[in-house]
Each structure stands twice: as structure tokens, then as C-alpha cells.
């Protein structure tokens, strides 16, 4: 398959894909996305182009308060920020923003920010809920069961090393070997020739 139909290919494949939400446009630089309010308010080189920002929009991006969108090689992208007084760790944060523009988009690329007036709360489940279950009903059973699996656990491995030297037969069992002895003057020499046969 030649570049051509490979870009006709995907080309296709994008017209054929639905928006993953309700985008309406109700002004230049104001849209709802799901009914909750966006603004543009940044819009570098006119960067922001609405129908490919419809197209490529995710749901994920509704927990975010700023999307940024940037250009490179003809393809948009996006990527959600918070904003600085929010309470979650690990961010990203908006105050990161030109960090982000000077290391992680290309240079002199378009650009645009769009602002989440109405940021979906993140709601996160906890990893340990389960775990923590499972250990208090460990310890209801009882200390004694616990502590004999736990220290059944510890010494099992998924595997043991060990160095294995290899394992030569004694020379008199070999096939393929000769041994002859000279003497010359009470010393004993013994060559170890390979048979020809």
C-alpha cells in the first residue's frame, strides 16, 4: 500500500467517525460542549478551528478547566490543564502553560486555550478499597492462618538461580579421544589428541 491510499484510507476513516459529544457554536470565541459553557481565550496564529476541535474532542477533557490545542504536521492535538487553585495532585496546571508551549509543541506552531467554565469534579476510585476488604477479613479469621500464608508467600519465588556447570564425561568414556604417553628421561608427558575417524 503506496502513501496515497494510505492517506485516502484514513481520510475515509475520519469522515466515517461520530463526535463523541454535542458541540453547538453559539458565538466566535463561546461554544457548549454537553450543555456546559466553553470559552476561546486564547487564539494564537488562528489556531482554534472549530469543526477540527469538534471533531478530535474527547469526553475526558470535560474534567479539565483549560484545553489547550496546538498544531503539528497538520494534525491538531489537545491536552487538558487545571487551573491553579485546584485541589489534585500531580496537575497539570495552567500556570505550567508556558512550559508546556516552549518545550512540548513545535516551534512557531499554532495555538489556542479554551476555557471550561463549568469543570466536571474528578471523582477517583481507590485502588485499596478492595485490598483493605480483604485484609480485615483475613484478620477476623484469624492471626494464626494469616501470618503461616503470608510467610508461605514470602519464600516462594517465580524462580531459583542457580550457576550449573557443564558435564564432561571421563576421558576414558570418551569416543572421540586418544590418550598416549612418551617417555623421555623419567618424566612423563601425556598428549590429548582428537581421533580422526
Known amino acids: 500500500m503506496d502513501r496515497k ?22 458565538t466566535e470565541d463561546k461554544f457548549t460542549i454537553n450543555n456546559h459553557q466553553y470559552t476561546v481565550s486564547l487564539d494564537s496564529q488562528n489556531g482554534f478551528q472549530f469543526d477540527e476541535f469538534a471533531r478530535r474532542y474527547n469526553p475526558a477533557l470535560s474534567q479539565y478547566d483549560y484545553i489547550v490545542g496546538d498544531w503539528g504536521y ?6 487538558g490543564f487545571y487551573n491553579d487553585d485546584r485541589d489534585i495532585a500531580g496537575g497539570p496546571f495552567i500556570g505550567e502553560l508556558n512550559d508546556y508551549l516552549l518545550e512540548d509543541i513545535n516551534f512557531g506552531a499554532a495555538y489556542f486555550v479554551v476555557h471550561n467554565l463549568e469543570a466536571r469534579p474528578i471523582i477517583r476510585k481507590s485502588r485499596n478499597n478492595k ?4 485484609r480485615n477479613n483475613n484478620r477476623r479469621r484469624g492471626s494464626k492462618n494469616h501470618s503461616r500464608n503470608s510467610h508461605r508467600r514470602n519464600n516462594q519465588h517465580a524462580f531459583v538461580e542457580q550457576k550449573v556447570a557443564p558435564v564432561k564425561p571421563p576421558l576414558q568414556k570418551r569416543k572421540n579421544l586418544v590418550v598416549k604417553t612418551e617417555e623421555s628421561a623419567n618424566k612423563h608427558h601425556f598428549i590429548i589428541r582428537e581421533s580422526k575417524k
Not at 497538520?74 to 491536552?79: A, S, T, V
Not at 485490598?131 to 480483604?134: A, G
Open 5 to 26: 491510499q494510505f492517506d485516502a484510507l484514513i481520510s475515509e476513516q475520519d469522515s466515517k467517525r461520530r463526535p463523541l459529544a454535542q458541540i453547538k457554536r453559539e
Open 74 to 79: 497538520g494534525q491538531l492535538r489537545l491536552k
Open 131 to 134: 485490598n483493605s476488604r480483604s
